[in-house]
């Protein structure tokens, strides 16, 4: 398995306060990405990097902010919980794909249950 | 928006028969990757098609890539009860890979 941690691994929170999700790779992939899931809805993009403090709003970014400082950490933000946000988030990460063109395949982390009461 | 459907959103099937799930994007692809994700875990890549038309096996999945590059199937032939999960298509955007919805397969004894 690729090396990319997510921690915490469960969260319970209540409206209105922040919470912040780490992303840890070993695997120094250039490309890292927040997903999160839901019944019915898949995985969905929340942001994305494509380098160190270069990063993208993906389908769902509303009520999200991400950074990326280094390579091996990109950390998502929740600046005011809401019960919206209740999901699993799941980080990604890939290198170039073997087209040629970014991204190649995905390696997934163990994913970060959240729960905002 | 670039968007990825997949149908049928869920499949009961007795094990032994066959399934089949399909994937339609609103733009032409590059590549298409597949992946499955086991009940409680994560999604774990499984194969990405980059030619027109290819098709390519994994024992007992088939994955074909459409002739127009905006269409893709995954076929599992005779079920067992390993294959139970939700099988997830993706297609390349700019620097990000677009999921769609997944089909969640059940597989009874």
């Known amino acids: 398995d690729a090396g990319i941690t997510q921690s915490p691994r469960h969260k319970v929170t209540e409206t209105g306060t922040p919470v912040t999700l780490r992303c840890h790779q070993t695997e120094n992939h250039r490309y890292m990405y927040w997903y999160r899931q839901d019944p019915g809805h898949g995985l969905r993009l929340i942001h994305y990097?494509?380098?160190?403090?270069?990063?993208d709003k993906g389908e769902v970014s509303d009520g999200y902010s991400v950074s990326r400082s280094k390579t091996e950490d990109f950390l998502l933000t929740l600046e005011s919980a809401t019960s919206s946000q209740t999901s699993v988030y799941f980080c990604?990460?890939?290198?170039?794909?073997?087209?040629?063109?970014?991204?190649?395949?995905?390696?997934f982390g163990e994913g970060s249950r959240l729960t905002v009461l | 928006g670039q968007q990825v459907m997949q149908i049928p959103q869920y499949q009961h099937v007795q094990e032994g028969e066959d399934f089949t799930t399909y994937c339609n994007s609103s733009t032409t692809l590059s590549n298409i990757q597949w992946y499955k994700q086991r009940p409680g875990g994560h999604p774990v890549f499984l194969i990405q098609?980059?030619?027109?038309?290819e098709v390519k096996k994994q024992k007992r999945l088939t994955f074909q890539f459409g002739e127009a590059k905006k269409n893709s199937s995954l076929h599992i032939t005779a079920t067992q009860t390993t294959d139970v999960g939700t099988y997830f298509c993706?297609?390349?955007?700019?620097?990000?890979?677009?999921f769609g919805t997944g089909t969640r397969l059940q597989v009874f004894p």
């Open positions: 098609l980059v030619k027109s038309g």
């Open positions: 990097s494509y380098g160190v403090k270069d990063t």
């Open positions: 990604a990460i890939s290198g170039p794909s073997l087209s040629g063109g970014a991204p190649g395949e995905l390696f």
């Open positions: 993706a297609g390349p955007g700019t620097d990000k890979l677009i």
